[in-house]
């Protein structure tokens, strides 16, 4: 399963597509399935192969290179987001981006991470979360003074 982020061309002719996937054979479904969650110890420890990835398609040799932007252990990357203005016309630096099922405490204050990933730099470079909060799919707002 693939989630799309960034996608641009290079100029070499390279389609280049920044993805939060599954690596692994799971049922990714049943993470959030009631008689799932409420079984603790069943998401708890488990690797959904959770990756962010880069994909480079060269247009001309129809070669393809994938690099690992960012791994997680535990839990899964989802829903990225970005500034959808730059889709397919230039690299965007931001991506937001879920981190879903990485804590492995579930209690009264378990929460999902929001991340700021710069694909520039090829690195995180903010968390938000909050106590007891699981949100889902960010979206991009645009500073109008940024």
Not at 33 to 52: A, I
Request: aromatic share 16%; charged share 25%; net charge negative.
């Amino acid at each position: 399963m693939i989630h799309t982020s960034n996608s641009f061309m290079k100029d070499d002719n390279t389609f280049v597509v920044d993805a939060a996937i599954y690596q692994k054979d799971v049922n990714v479904y049943e993470m959030f399935e009631m008689n799932e969650m409420r079984k603790n110890d069943n998401l708890l420890g488990k690797d959904f192969g959770g990756v962010f990835k880069r994909f480079e398609i060269d247009l001309t040799t129809k070669n393809v290179t994938t690099t690992d932007l960012a791994k997680m252990v535990y839990g899964n990357y989802d829903l990225p987001m970005y500034n959808d203005e730059f889709d397919g016309v230039k690299e965007n630096c931001i991506t937001y981006i879920v981190g879903m099922f990485e804590h492995q405490v579930l209690d009264s204050n378990y929460s999902f991470d929001i991340k700021k990933f710069n694909g520039c730099k090829k690195e995180f470079e903010s968390i938000w979360s909050e106590p007891g909060y699981l949100p889902n799919e960010p979206w991009f707002v645009r500073n109008p003074n940024g």
